[in-house]
């Protein structure tokens, strides 16, 4: 099985047909020389028209954090991004007049995936999993009790991976109450991506 293979099968996969709100539309963005891989939740409303995953304000503060710039994120090859979900789940109803978030990625499609995806990505240096979901997947009995213990215990999971907050505008209130991840966090995955990207 080759890595072309597989993201043509994600590709065209239609396992939750009929179970999601749109027809199911993978986007999934990594190559052969991919040393730092995003693993994300699931793509949101904007990256399932796009086809091109962080193509949101998301993206625009998970770039921030990486230290790279737009251009670059989607030009080296060495950067990929495979969520746990590969389709848009749709968002929740609002309720008590708060918008509703998208709703939680399937486990369905990770276990589908994840296993022959991750073994042909030998390159792998570096993995960000992004949110307490890909993290409880990824880490298991290693997860912490929540998200913000799970990225509070981050040297723990150092160098080759990576727990981090999600990067949405819901998080803002978070990174406000949790100065220690632009203080110490934030740092050590800059200079881990430059070492990266420049080596």
Known sequence: MSLEQVLSDIRACRAC???LPHTPRPVVRVFPETRLLICGQAPGRRVHESGLPFTDP???RLRQWLGVDYEAFYADRRIGVAAQAFCYPGTAPQRSGKSGGDYPPPRR???LWRPRLLAELPEVELTLLVGGH????ALGDRAGVNMTETVRAWRDHAPSILPLPHPSWRNTAWLRKNPWFDEEVLPWLRARVRGILTS
């Open 109 to 111: 499609c990770a276990e």
């Open 58 to 60: 998301s993206g625009d």
């Open 134 to 137: 890909a993290q409880i997947w």
């Open 17 to 19: 047909l009929g179970q």
